[in-house]
């Protein structure tokens, strides 16, 4: 019996810490991303971002390696809230075009994320700023896009797996890019560009990548 005590007690412990460990993480992504939004990737420091968690140094470097780190985890829990949330909400649509339509209302609606829109471009700012890091940053992005978003994509939206897996991602980066823009601008000037006009150049960008190969039985008619 006492052993068996032990062994409970311990469990308890062990789970306890673990669940201790999985907040703190969590916190620092959370006080990273509102860093990053406010000073910037490169004049944000490790001891900021700490301190607004209410953390110490040694807690952030237990959970992450350095600022490109937390970075990431920041980008692969986007990614995967993302995924999570696409998932039903196109799978529900009969046809590519309401799907299209949906995944662009989508992506218009990240656009009320400052913190996300602002820290993905004062990520990729980074990289260019830094020449010797570009290349290896640009790759690992284009990895994670690749790795954590087109298989889902491609199995709501099966026209983008009729192109090679190179083609998919220069289509992907594209869009990537031009999300960026359009956040810019909207974030810069959101009387002009708002939400709306958003969501039509964002279905217009999906429209040209999936009128690369015929869409059967959708309906769709391009101009």
């Not at 993302?82 to 909400?89: I, K, N, S, T, Y």
């Not at 995944?103 to 400052?114: C, G, I, S, V, W």
């Amino acid at each position: 019996m006492a052993d068996a005590k032990v062994v409970r007690d311990t469990t308890e412990l062990n789970a306890h810490k673990q669940k201790r460990a999985l907040l703190t993480r969590s916190q620092l992504l959370r006080s990273a991303r509102a860093v990053f939004a406010r000073d910037g990737f490169e004049q944000a420091t490790v001891e900021d971002i700490a301190a607004l968690s209410g953390k110490t140094r040694g807690a952030f470097y237990a959970n992450f390696e350095d600022k490109e780190d937390v970075f990431y985890a920041i980008f692969e829990d986007n990614i995967a809230r993302d995924m999570e949330q696409l998932g039903p909400l196109l799978s529900g649509l009969p046809t590519t075009r309401r799907r299209v339509e949906a995944l662009a209302d989508y992506l218009a609606e990240l656009t009320n994320d400052r913190e996300r829109m602002l820290l993905n471009l004062e990520f990729k700012l980074y990289a260019i700023r830094h020449d010797l890091k570009r290349q290896r940053l640009a790759n690992l992005y284009t990895c994670m896009c690749l790795r954590s978003s087109l298989p889902e994509l491609t199995r709501l939206l099966p026209q983008l797996g009729n192109t090679p897996r190179l083609s998919q991602a220069i289509d992907s980066f594209a869009i990537s890019g031009i999300l960026d823009g359009l956040a810019l601008n909207h974030l810069f000037n959101p009387d002009l560009l708002g939400k709306r006009e958003l969501a039509r150049y964002l279905r217009l960008c999906l429209r040209e990548l999936l009128s690369k190969s015929p869409l059967p039985n959708t309906g769709w008619k391009y101009p």
